[in-house]
Antibody
Framework: EVQLVESGGGLVQPGGSLRLSCAAS????????MHWVRQAPGKGLEYVSAISSNGGSTYYANSVKGRFTISRDNSKNTLYLQMGSLRAEDMAVYYC??????????????WGQGTLVTVSS | EIVMTQSPATLSVSPGERATLSCRASQSVSSNLAWYQQKPGQAPRLLIYGASTRATGIPARFSGSGSGTEFTLTISSLQSEDFAVYYCQQYNNWPLWTFGQGTKVEIK
C-alpha cells in the first residue's frame, strides 16, 4: 500500500526557515517523480514544486522560486522541502504527492495527509 | 501553463438529486485528469483518475467522463456525506500539475 507521511510543519516567524519531510513507502520511491502541493486556509490547491525520480530535474512555482528547495534521498525513501524567507502567504497545509503508473496503463495520484506550516510573529 | 476552469463555483442540490460538475482545460490533457472531494479539515480524497476510473472504495454513484479538454464529474444521487468541495487536476504536463479552483456542492 502506498503511503506518504509528511512531517516538519509548525510555527515559524516571518523570514524564518523550515524543512518539511515526506516519508514514502509501498512503492519504488526511486522510480517516481515527487511533488509538493499546498493549500492556504480557506483557499484552493496550489502547486509548489516537483523533482524528478533521480533528483536531476526540479521545478518551482514562481511564488516560491529562489526561497524553497526541493530534494530527495532515494536511499531513505524521503522527499524534502527546504523553505526559507517565509512569508505570511506561505502559511498553508503542505502535501507531498506522486503519480504512479498502474498495470492498467493509467497513472494514479497518491497524497499524504499534509503538514501545517504557520507563519506568524 | 495549462489552466483548469471549473463550473459552477457553487452548486445547490437537494439530497437524492443528480449533480453535474464541469472542468475545462485550456489545452488537451488527454485522459490525465483526476477529481477530488475535500471536506473541511481533511486532505483531498481521490475520487476519479484517468478521467473515468473510480478510486478504491469510491461509491458507484460517482462517475467521471471526458477527454482532451472537457470533463464531467457526475454524482447520480447526492447523499448527505457528498456535500463538499470538489477539485479537478490535470497531471498530463510534467512537471506542472494544475488544479481547478473548486466547485462547492451545498445543500439546497
Amino acid at each position: 500500500e502506498v503511503q506518504l507521511v509528511e512531517s516538519g510543519g509548525g510555527l515559524v516567524q516571518p523570514g524564518g526557515s523550515l524543512r518539511l519531510s515526506c516519508a514514502a513507502s509501498g512503492f519504488t520511491f526511486s522510480s517516481y517523480a515527487m511533488h509538493w502541493v499546498r493549500q492556504a486556509p480557506g483557499k484552493g490547491l496550489e502547486y509548489v514544486s516537483a523533482i524528478s525520480s533521480n533528483g536531476g530535474s526540479t521545478y518551482y512555482a514562481n511564488s516560491v522560486k529562489g526561497r524553497f528547495t526541493i530534494s530527495r534521498d532515494n536511499s531513505k525513501n524521503t522527499l524534502y522541502l527546504q523553505m526559507g524567507s517565509l512569508r505570511a502567504e506561505d502559511m498553508a497545509v503542505y502535501y507531498c504527492a506522486t503519480q504512479i503508473l498502474l498495470s492498467s496503463g493509467w497513472y494514479k495520484i497518491y497524497w499524504g495527509q499534509g503538514t501545517l506550516v504557520t507563519v506568524s510573529s | 501553463e495549462i489552466v483548469m476552469t471549473q463550473s459552477p463555483a457553487t452548486l445547490s442540490v437537494s439530497p437524492g438529486e443528480r449533480a453535474t460538475l464541469s472542468c475545462r482545460a485550456s489545452q488537451s490533457v488527454s485522459s490525465n485528469l483526476a477529481w477530488y472531494q475535500q471536506k473541511p479539515g481533511q486532505a483531498p480524497r481521490l475520487l476519479i483518475y484517468g478521467a473515468s476510473t473510480r478510486a478504491t472504495g469510491i461509491p458507484a454513484r460517482f462517475s467521471g467522463s471526458g477527454s482532451g479538454t472537457e470533463f464531467t464529474l457526475t454524482i447520480s444521487s447526492l447523499q448527505s456525506e457528498d456535500f463538499a468541495v470538489y477539485y479537478c487536476q490535470q497531471y498530463n504536463n510534467w512537471p506542472l500539475w494544475t488544479f481547478g479552483q473548486g466547485t462547492k456542492v451545498e445543500i439546497k
